[in-house]
């Protein structure tokens, strides 16, 4: 995405070229075929027929994640996910991945803040099987105490390996949500601590099974060269006499915008360079300043050819590395109080409050010049075809059709996304610029060296 980023950048420096580039990508817009379906048990459907596809890709979203995990279960869902790898009555431990593997094709799954997502990709002659796999651990699991301990177990050494042993150790995405968020649901920390894991017992994972693993509370979406009839067909045959079941219903999470500035500063023993992690409450899914957000956050940090990257890594050399997150998801895919966070390496002889004037300035100089046409064609064309780009691929194009319907109701916004970003105005870049991105709704976490913090004391 980067490199070409970089060349479309030189392309559309042209502002009537930049202009036919962005008529071109609107009147080529690529409608992603979609048919949905409901089963008599709540099963949500999803068919996106491609005739030239060899492979089929497939998702099963649950409406689950970390926000809706039980309350001192921290890392439940997380530990959740792993365990419906571990087997059932049907298929024991390790039948899941063969038969998948075996079959030419590949499987994983993640869990996000508002779902968790299984996905597999193979050769057509593989979807059956699949989907009685899939519909074999939604009935029910093998759950005993020897599957429990090794996840449990698995979790841990996870958290070892990305968290305690790392430099910087996600502190960019695990500590600046505890500092920004208010609400449990929002601000614990997924991963979950050693205590909560260790603690969970196989009712707690029977109940969790029962309470959100229902077809129900389930979304599948199957991508490739097959008819809507045949895969409605096939989700009938294998998920249809699966009982629906009672979901709790969740807790009031939503959290207005933070009207104080909060700055943290934080040792860490493993890092050489210092870093921050600088976040801001974003808009609300389905809001219309979604859209814009979006286009301001690929504007100031979605490439080396963005504002933020040719100011402070390129032109002031304040910054060795910088990337933005929208916290564990993308601009699109959350359905709950959420953050734009810029995380960036700043060179020893810099101070956080250098790298924060810079932001600062950065973005003062969106709020008061605004965009040009051609950069925004620039950025509009970047978007779109990375957008287009990532649902060529057959299992990516699933997995997004499942979680748009999971978290919108609608997995037709596939093919309203593009028509958003192309809506967006140099005036809406402005507005959302001088609405989120103020000092008042930003949270810093100040990463240091624990030996440079030493010496300085």
Known sequence: MYGFGRAVSRIVGIGVLSLAVQSAFAADQ???????????NGLTVVVSPDPTSPAVGVSVVYHVGMRLEPRNRTGFAHLFEHLMFEGSANAKEGVFDRVITGGGGRNNGSTRPDFTNYIEVAPKSALEPIL???????????????????????????????????????????????????????????????KDLETASLDDVREFHRQYYGPNN?????????TPAEGFALAQKYFGNIPARETPKASDFSEGLNTAEKRIQQQDPLAQAPALAVA????????????????????LAGSDASRLYQGMVKGREQLMTMESLYGLTDPWTYDGPTLFT??????????????????????????????SPEELARIKTSMLASWYNGNENILSRADTLAKLQTLWGDAEVIN?????????????????AQTYLTVNN????????????????
């Open 30 to 40: 690529w409608d992603i075929p979609v048919a949905t379906k409901k089963l008599d």
């Open 132 to 194: 009685w796999l899939e519909a074999d651990r939604m009935r029910g699991l093998d759950f005993n105490p020897g599957t429990l301990k090794n996840q449990q177990d698995v979790v841990k050494e996870e958290i070892r390996v990305n968290v305690k042993n790392q430099p910087y150790g996600g502190f960019m995405w695990i500590d600046i949500g505890q500092q920004a968020f208010q609400k449990w649901e929002n601000n614990h920390d997924g991963y979950g601590s050693f």
């Open 218 to 226: 389930a979304v599948l979406a199957i991508a490739g060269n097959l």
């Open 280 to 299: 801001w409450k974003i808009p609300e899914r389905g809001s219309k300043d979604q859209a814009p957000f979006a286009v301001l956050g690929e504007l």
């Open 342 to 371: 810029l995380f960036a390496i700043y060179k020893p002889g810099v101070s956080a409050d250098d790298v924060l004037k810079g932001v600062d300035e950065e973005i003062a100089r969106v709020v008061k010049d605004g965009v």
């Open 416 to 432: 309203r996304i593009p028509q958003w970003v192309e809506a967006v105005t140099a005036a809406d870049v402005q507005r959302v």
């Open 442 to 457: 930003r949270t810093v976490i100040d990463r240091v060296p624990a030996a440079a913090a030493k010496q300085g004391e």
